[in-house]
């Protein structure tokens, strides 16, 4: 074989196999924020277990925010705050609430109790420092 084929061959298979490892690779990072809500929350991962967008008001909800990783990146203040609105009037906040945030923080975890809000459409939005990073609409059944 001539040394063209031969680098040519060992080309293609350095590229096969980057790509291959590329699209494998799970490394269970969390690449942007994200609200989950819904009745119960896996142990391990610390996520909720089949997140709902229709949620039942009699029953106790999880609400469950998980941070993107920022390590590597120019260190921020890192304020992040969730709030509450019902979807008709967001101006009227029904909740607000500042998240410790610690080196270590990856998520906050929450619940509402049965019957605490009425039967209607709301938004959480989360805000890292005073941005908002993410919204999350669902409906109280």
């Given at each position: 074989m001539s040394k063209g084929k031969r680098f040519l061959i060992l080309f293609v298979l350095l590229i096969s196999i980057a790509i291959f490892l590329f699209v494998?690779?799970?490394?269970?990072?969390?690449k942007k924020d994200n609200i989950e809500i819904g009745y119960k929350t896996n142990d391990e991962s610390q996520q909720i277990i089949d997140p709902r967008n229709?949620?039942?008001?009699?029953?106790?909800?999880?609400v469950s925010t998980h941070f993107k990783d920022d390590s590597g990146k120019e260190k921020q203040n890192k304020t992040f705050v969730l709030t509450l609105a019902n979807i008709k009037d967001k101006s009227n906040l029904l909740m607000e609430e500042?998240?410790?945030n610690g080196e270590a923080t990856s998520g906050y975890e929450f619940t509402i109790s049965p019957g605490k809000l009425p039967a209607g459409k709301y938004q959480f939005s989360l805000y890292r420092d005073n941005n908002l990073s993410v919204e999350?609409?669902?409906t109280f059944k």
């Open positions: 494998l690779k799970e490394d269970g990072e969390i229709k949620v039942d008001r009699k029953k106790e909800i999880i500042t998240i410790p999350k609409v669902f």
